[in-house]
């Protein structure tokens, strides 16, 4: 079975004491750069192609927010790079500064737990940089790993899954487009009102709200349910980074675990010709009726104009599993779970509360509803929504419920966890003890060596677990090309 090699990246809200929209881009990119040790800002951007589409086309331009137009308007930030602030960590990831967001990008990783472990240890990176940013500026900084302002603004959450080229957009469209409106009910962030659209006092994910097209490159603005992006960060000849914009940031990393491997599910039924025939009329209208939902019945338009439900459709992809996935041990502790959710959530949410964001979120604002008399939808109310996604473990709702034993997280924080050793992803993190490492990317090393530069390419399929941390530079170049 194909072995899909994923990341996440995280654009973290960031709250500056002091300070507005109007700073924002400045204020992220001090906090990166406040990340405690040596980090190397050395991205090579000749290989970023955000405008390439899946569909053969390049893009003339990518569409930008009008909002976040209007604040850049007049301002010169200087180079890009410098604005960017590119961080390469000695644990393979990226971190920098995404137009005003800190951004953390986990390194590959080709199991889930892997995966979740890195993304835990992102949050507490992030943190660490913006508590040493605190310091040196005086200024009370907070951090949220959530996905909108509440004043019309988002941010996103990426998944990037490296699939084989000859799969194409169509068969990719197909295969995963009912998977991402579905799977929000498993795995949504939760998100008090509506801030675009038909007004409600809750919603089950925070990102439904931003989309307005079924498919194109974008996602700053008319965002796509499918993201075209192709920009593989690998042999454009045989990969493409499936490049996922639809899904919430979790505090839960069950609801992370979930989310990632429904779509791995749906890419190993497609590796086996066994995807379940679903195509929705309007995935756009779907997700956005569906996150509303509060009725928990959750129907959607199939193209034939016939209604199905969002378990109907996870039930199709499950089922698809457990007949032709038998024996993978991480597809049948995915098909369990995402069972159990689905067999409460209709009459029994209390049961799964502590294993889905959005309904231990609905719960604590309701409970805060009955206790004070506010009123869903007041900005006090949207604070404690905001406060459930603080990442710093002694302020954060979350954490709190965690504490309390409210909700199940068995991920440990660990600052300082090293790269996966079966990914490139340790090929590019022992680079950066070398002072010789010129710029490097995700696909890519660049050496200057005795005045002259030597390129290495970094294969996504190799496993570079034997490349020792202990070679002097020739024998590391050496080593991690016949690895």
């Given at each position: ?167 194409g957009f169509e068969r990719l469209y197909a295969a995963l487009t009912p998977l991402l409106v ?265 050496f200057r060596l005795d005045g002259e530069l030597r390129e290495v390419t970094l294969d996504p ?23």
């Amino acid at each position: 079975m194909i072995s899909f090699v994923t990341g996440l990246e995280t654009e973290y809200g960031c709250s500056v004491e002091g300070r507005g929209a109007n700073t924002q881009i400045d204020d992220a990119q001090a906090l990166v750069r406040s990340l405690p040790g040596e980090c190397r800002v050395i991205w090579d951007y000749r290989v970023e192609s955000p405008r390439q589409d899946l569909r053969g086309f390049r893009a003339d331009r990518l569409e930008v927010d009008p909002v976040d137009a209007a604040f850049d308007e007049g301002k010169h930030y200087g180079p890009s790079e410098e604005v960017r602030a590119d961080q390469i960590l000695a644990n393979g990831a990226r971190f920098y500064n995404d137009h005003g967001h800190p951004e953390y990008a986990t390194p590959e990783c080709r199991s889930l737990d892997d995966l979740l472990a890195h993304d835990r240890a992102g949050e507490a990176i992030v943190l660490q940089a913006a508590r040493a940013y605190a310091e040196s500026t005086g200024r009370q900084t907070t951090i949220y790993k959530n996905n909108t302002d509440y004043h019309g603004a988002s941010y996103g959450f990426h998944e990037s899954y490296l699939v084989p080229r000859d799969w194409g957009f169509e068969r990719l469209y197909a295969a995963l487009t009912p998977l991402l409106v579905a799977r929000i009910i498993v795995c949504g962030a939760g998100k008090a009102v509506a801030e675009s659209g038909r007004p409600c006092d809750y919603q089950i994910s925070q990102r439904a709200d931003f989309f307005s097209e079924r498919a194109s490159v974008d996602t700053l603005y008319r965002r796509p349910i499918f993201n075209t992006r192709d920009e593989p960060h690998s042999n454009p000849a045989d990969w493409v980074r499936l490049h996922v914009i639809a899904g919430d940031a979790n505090m839960m990393p069950s609801c992370t675990w979930r989310k990632v491997g429904l779509i791995r599910l749906g890419l190993a039924l497609m590796a086996v010709d066994a995807v379940p025939n679903i195509a929705l009329a309007d995935p756009v209208r779907a997700i956005q009726a569906v996150s509303r939902d509060m009725t928990r019945r959750f129907e959607i338009a199939v193209e034939d104009r016939i209604m199905t439900t969002a378990y109907e459709v996870l039930n199709a992809y499950l089922d698809a599993g457990e007949r032709h996935l038998a024996g993978d041990a991480e597809f049948g502790r995915l098909i369990v779970d995402v069972r159990e959710i689905l067999e409460s959530l209709p009459d029994r949410p209390d049961r799964i509360a502590g294993r889905v964001d959005w309904i231990a979120k609905r719960q604590l604002l309701q409970t805060v509803v009955d206790e004070t008399g506010l009123r869903w939808g007041s900005s006090e109310l949207l604070a404690y929504d905001l406060e459930y996604h603080n990442v710093d473990p002694n302020e954060g709702l979350y954490f709190a419920l965690r504490d309390a034993g409210m909700v199940k997280d068995a991920i440990p924080t660990d600052l300082d966890i090293p790269a996966p050793r079966d990914t490139r992803a340790r090929a590019r993190g022992l680079a950066t003890r070398y002072p010789e490492l010129e710029r490097a990317s995700w696909g890519t090393l660049v050496f200057r060596l005795d005045g002259e530069l030597r390129e290495v390419t970094l294969d996504p399929e190799r496993d570079y677990s034997h490349v020792s941390p202990e070679l002097d530079v020739d024998d590391f170049i050496r080593a991690i090309r016949t690895s």
